[in-house]
């Protein structure tokens, strides 16, 4: 049987006090999620079939957007669900290991850095907050036209120059709105990671996303958190917050070696 | 949640995402799990290799597939810039208006950035309106 299956993991925990493993989870190929325990830890796993999820299988189905979506959810639903039994570390996409006992050993391996994370983002969650504007609110005023005398072409030009500017100049005043509404939330954080603009086709929005941050929060202040959101968009209606979370610490678990990103640096038309 | 009086920020068209964030609840943005499960989560050399890389392009199809209907409205939007005969002359600018009004047309028909990719795609960026 294990020559056909693989295990894929979600996530690492502390083994739960009850010992119970995740009954009601069912992972990325429909299968029982379980528990495999080593060192004090326990790596929350499933069993999924190579010919899915072998190398090859797994290249061709990730050029697939439609199951790319469907497995990339039930991943994201396996470590939300386990986060409700106790903190957990997410692990990156596609983690997969030939078997359990390959799961232990490396449970054995990385304990401490484990233990360590884990108690890092004990009691602690993280909230996605992104703020999108429209371009058109963070415009300059209007110059006089300078047609006069100009050919209706280069006329033409000069004007799309001067409405290039603007964009950059609208931008710019965003992103320096967008900096103030980070800085009061991450009053409230104990860190904070900065995610690239989405794709607004992918996101689905119009307009700039100037704004798409993680916090990670205390617990006890996650109500005042996304009410600090709510407070910031009064504050600053030309930038619409969107709250997301409480996501289990995606953004926080990674070796402390976090690169800040910078707000982006190009002026999207 | 908050939004100023003249536009409606920001809009969730059909087919992309599922249904907005909730807060409190699940939440349930394609894009908010894969910049997440793809991008973030702790990194672990596994025995299966899809190796970081193969990560990192694939997110970079993920958004040349998604995003092809938005850049080609940049392409549209930018489609000036690359076009030599603005450069001088009397006949470019007849040219001009000429490509001009067939460019309102599109955006009337609400068709102008997928017909701009086209233009692009097909023959490059030289005067193809020529009639």
């Known amino acids: ?269 | 949640m908050n939004q100023s009086s003249d536009w409606n920020p920001p809009v969730r068209r059909t087919g992309a995402a599922r249904e907005p964030d909730r807060r409190g609840a699940e939440p349930s943005s394609l894009a908010d799990i894969l910049e997440r499960v793809l991008d973030k989560g702790i990194v672990i050399a596994g025995d299966i290799q899809i190796n970081l890389l193969d990560i990192e392009l694939l997110t970079i199809k993920i958004r040349l597939l998604v995003a092809s209907v938005d850049r080609a409205k940049e392409m549209g939007i930018d489609w000036w810039e690359h076009d030599p005969s603005l450069s001088s002359g009397a006949r470019d600018v007849l040219e001009e208006n000429e490509r001009l009004r067939r460019r309102v047309g599109e955006l009337e028909d609400g068709r102008g950035a997928r017909r701009e990719d086209d233009d692009h795609e097909d023959h490059g960026v030289e005067r193809e309106d020529e009639r």
Do not use: C
Not at chain 1, 7 to 34: F, K
């Open chain 1, 1 to 269: 049987m294990n020559g056909s299956l693989a295990t894929w993991l979600y996530a690492v925990t502390a083994v739960p006090e009850d010992g119970t493993p995740p009954r009601e989870l069912t992972g990325v190929a429909d299968e029982p999620v379980r528990l495999v325990e080593a060192a004090g830890l326990a790596a929350v796993v499933g069993s999924v079939p190579l010919e899915d999820f072998g190398e090859d299988a797994l290249r061709d189905h990730l050029e697939d957007l439609e199951w790319l979506e469907r497995t990339a959810r039930a991943h994201h639903r396996v470590i939300n669900g386990a986060a409700r039994h106790g903190q957990v570390i997410p692990l990156r996409f596609a983690t997969l290991y030939h078997d359990d006992d390959r799961v232990r050993a490396m449970l054995q391996e990385r304990r401490d850095d484990f233990t360590a994370t884990l108690r890092r983002v004990a009691g602690r969650t993280e909230w996605g907050v992104k703020g999108y504007v429209d371009p058109r609110s963070f415009l300059p005023d209007p110059d006089e036209p300078t047609d006069a005398g100009e050919s209706p072409g280069t006329a033409y030009l000069l004007r799309r120059r001067a409405q290039r500017q603007d964009q950059e100049t609208a931008h710019l005043r965003a992103t320096e709105r967008a900096e103030e509404v980070h800085a009061s939330l991450a009053a409230l954080a104990v860190a904070t990671a900065a995610h690239p603009p989405q794709d607004t086709a992918l996101a689905a929005y119009e307009g700039w996303m100037v704004l798409n941050n993680s916090y990670l929060v205390p617990d006890a202040l996650g109500a005042e958190f996304t009410a600090l959101v709510t407070d910031l968009g009064e504050r600053y209606p030309a930038i619409t917050l969107e709250v997301s979370g409480p996501w289990p610490p995606y953004s926080f678990t990674a070796p402390p070696n976090r690169v800040e990103e910078a707000q982006p640096e190009e002026t999207p038309s």
